[in-house]
């Protein structure tokens, strides 16, 4: 995947000041997620660490009911403990795994920091199995850095 042809989408797509924070994020992973064929939903979740919780804030692809997610719970809670990328190319080898979608068969969560503290993640989840490559996490650490520089200081 030519992730550096998408670099300016994402970019132009944060930068513009005209739309909400909110709005910027799920314009963000609309993109990815109609443009990587293997991504077949992408979201961001933002922690609550004093509730030691995980909440969605912006997604694309079909609606989950897991919209708040208990730290070290799932592949997710686990990162937001562990402050590293998380490659999962098949879920069901995973015994702390939440099942979003009965399609879902791989898992990219990589964390977002802002100011070096771990503030949430984005999430990829695959209907194809093991098809994430380290490009992969260089490109989705590249969009958390960019995403981190419009974020207000507290979420």
């Excluded at 994020?25 to 004093?50: I, K, M, P, R, S």
């Excluded at 995980?54 to 799932?74: D, N, S, Y």
Aim: aromatic share 10%.
């Amino acid at each position: 995947m030519p992730f550096k042809n998408l670099q300016p989408r994402v970019t132009a797509l944060l930068h513009n000041e005209e739309e909400t924070v909110d709005n910027r994020l799920t314009q963000v992973c609309e993109v990815l997620q109609t443009t990587v064929g293997y991504y077949d939903w992408v979201g961001f979740y933002f922690a609550n660490h004093g509730a030691k919780t995980l909440h969605l804030k912006a997604f694309a692809g079909e609606p989950t009911e897991h919209t708040v997610i208990p730290f070290g719970k799932g592949i997710c809670g686990q990162v937001a403990e562990s402050n590293e990328n998380f490659m999962v190319p098949d879920v069901k080898a995973q015994n702390n795994y939440i099942a979003c979608s009965i399609y879902t068969k791989a898992e990219l969560v990589v964390p977002l920091f802002k100011d070096g503290k771990n503030i949430g993640q984005i999430d990829i989840d695959s209907h194809i199995a093991d098809p994430f490559s380290e490009e992969d996490e260089k490109f989705l650490e590249w969009v958390n850095e960019k995403v981190a520089e419009i974020l207000p200081q507290t979420l």
